[in-house]
């Protein structure tokens, strides 16, 4: 009913002093909701002011810069720089708390590594929903601890090294043989190799999860596909025109795997992340990914705990199988091999380790191919260490490259993974403070890692306003002269003689895998599976220059940071 009508039916004329008075009353009534419902900033923190005056506070400028770049890391470190704070919030939730970035070194570190007010972000959880109890979703409570005595012997060196390396080298050797055969068809032509890695970090997961059980890969399928494609099938182009192979098609769980991983994404970019989970799980998309994932993860479960009573334990499924009942025991209850937590556990390791470390397979070759003097000398390196492989005209195998000292493989990789990185969400679990300012309860912590500290010279601050056991830390930074943006591996090898250096993992700012007890747990085997490829690569093509047109750096944000192009134009090193 309008206005006018309400007046008239309290008998009252529209221009009487009493309906004057009811108007004010109204007004003042939707001006003071419209003022309880614009952001509020948290005092003495750095704001957008014109944001503040506005029901969508930082949402238009953020929508956007997600529509022009898909990148929500960039538009953070645009905040950081536009209020020129170390230290600063924007209102992208309407109704809610302001979020704050932190773009320093020193107090990102201390958070995570030293302070316990602050823990797993209801921000990354809301996003993480479809996963159900897979822990990444859980604060660090009795839940997530349960789920870690799981897996507390899937990165150790001996599960690693015995039995999931070797595997993982395999799958490494199977993207190289499919790529000799790609680069042959190519002649010279780039191709997409995103896809392709994708495929072989899955298969890395497969392997560690699985072992030789699932009977599936992500590449296989492919290398038959490319071996038995004749030369004259290839599309003609021009030398810089982008081949386009064909694709294989797998197996449905790993279907599912790649889907799962979309579900997420969609999800983690929404604005309204809980109604996105909502809706999805009603679709026949959903239901398919998430069910024939349970039902895969189930069987397997069964078969696990049958070579479990065989005594026959050499999977990651085996390995968590042995721990439940283990702990079953312990407790003085039966094992509840059934449990949709154990099977939640195991599909969330899968997706969550081979998008992410597909992401950084894709960065790594773009950074190894603007830099051909950095390829060289790594391939110099290589041949250095594995001497044997080279006079005998072969691939290194796993242990040649487990056992082989090789600073500049894990320097170059260390440096790709600077490059790449993501910002890191806390969340305050208390009343607490940042660099002397209050941080309320419930208060979401954005830790920039893609700006001042990392990429470019760190802001001033006061020590003083650091936290106690930062300043007892002292975390060590590198010559900020340089160009930080510049993909250097050297900012991460230390001389230790005149023609000796070593590897330093410390040696400067990195946050890719988060850090203490939250940081990523499958960092070990990450590492191995970007060891392989990138030494298998190197050893066996040359990373040649591609068209400026397939060799942007832009990227796009959801789980990880993804490049929206990875081509490679290879040239083989065989003789």
């Not at 979020?99 to 990102?108: C, I, K, Q, Y």
């Not at 594995?386 to 072969?394: F, K, L, Q």
């Amino acid at each position: 009913m309008a206005l006018y009508d309400t007046v008239a039916s309290l008998g009252l004329g529209i221009w009487s002093p009493a309906s004057w008075l009811l108007l004010s009353c109204v007004a003042v009534g939707l001006y003071a909701l419209y003022q309880r419902f614009l952001p509020k900033p948290i005092p003495g923190i750095p704001y957008n002011h014109e944001a503040a005056r506005s029901l969508w506070g930082d949402t238009p400028s953020l929508m956007r810069e997600i529509r022009a770049t898909k990148e929500f890391n960039l538009w953070c470190v645009k905040q950081v720089e536009k209020l020129k704070s170390p230290l600063c919030q924007v209102f992208v939730d309407p109704f809610d708390k302001p979020w704050v970035l932190l773009a320093d070194w020193g107090e990102s570190q201390d958070i995570m590594l030293r302070r316990k007010d602050f823990d797993r972000s209801t921000f990354i959880s809301d996003r993480m929903a479809s996963t159900g109890s897979f822990h990444a979703c859980f604060k660090t409570n009795d839940a997530w601890k349960a789920t870690r005595q799981w897996m507390q012997d899937l990165m150790t060196p001996s599960f690693l090294n015995n039995l999931v390396g070797p595997a993982v080298h395999a799958k490494m050797v199977d993207l190289v043989d499919l790529w000799e055969n790609k680069a042959l068809l190519a002649n010279g032509r780039p191709f997409e190799a995103s896809v392709d890695l994708n495929h072989a970090a899955l298969d890395v997961m497969l392997v560690f999860s699985f072992g030789k059980y699932l009977g599936h890969s992500a590449i296989g399928p492919q290398r038959e596909l490319i071996a038995q494609l004749a030369p004259s099938k290839v599309e003609v182009g021009h030398h810089d025109e982008p081949l386009h192979f064909p694709e294989a098609p797998v197996d449905e769980f790993l279907v599912a795997a790649h889907e799962a991983t979309e579900i997420i994404e969609k999800i983690t970019n929404s604005l309204a992340p809980k109604f996105s989970q909502w809706w999805l799980r009603y679709t026949p998309w959903y239901k398919t990914t998430w069910g024939t994932a349970d039902r895969v993860v189930r069987q397997h479960i069964q078969s696990a705990i049958r070579r479990l009573r065989a005594g026959d334990v050499q999977t990651a499924i085996d390995h968590m199988m042995m721990r439940e009942e283990k702990v079953a025991e312990k407790m003085g209850r039966l094992p509840d091999f059934e449990n949709q937590v154990l099977v939640d556990e195991i599909f969330g390791e899968l997706i969550a380790g081979h998008h992410t470390t597909g992401a950084a397979l894709c960065w790594i070759l773009k950074f190894l191919t603007e830099n051909p003097l950095v390829q060289a000398k790594l391939r110099s390196a290589l041949h250095s260490a594995c001497i044997e492989a080279g006079e005998e005209n072969r691939f290194p195998s796993f242990a040649e490259l487990n056992r082989a000292k090789i600073p500049y493989l894990d320097a170059v990789i260390e440096e790709a993974l600077r490059l790449h990185s993501t910002t890191v969400t806390r969340e305050a679990m208390c009343d607490t403070e940042i660099l002397g300012h209050s941080i309320p309860k419930g208060t979401t912590v954005f830790l920039v890692s893609n700006g001042p500290g990392f990429y470019s010279p760190s802001f001033p601050v006061d020590d003083a306003k650091r936290s106690p056991t930062s300043r007892a830390a002292k975390p060590r930074s590198w010559d900020e002269t340089k160009d930080m943006k510049v993909f250097d591996p050297e900012r991460w090898l230390v001389q230790k003689g005149p023609d000796e250096v070593e590897f330093d993992g410390a040696a400067g700012p990195q946050l890719i895998f988060g850090l203490g007890t939250r940081g990523c747990f499958g960092r070990r085997l990450a590492y191995i599976g970007m060891r392989m490829m990138t030494a298998l690569v190197v050893w066996n093509f040359d990373l040649l220059e591609t068209p400026e047109s397939l060799s942007s750096h832009a990227a796009e944000d959801g789980i990880s940071h993804r490049a929206q192009q990875c081509f490679v134009r290879l040239k083989s090193l065989k003789e």
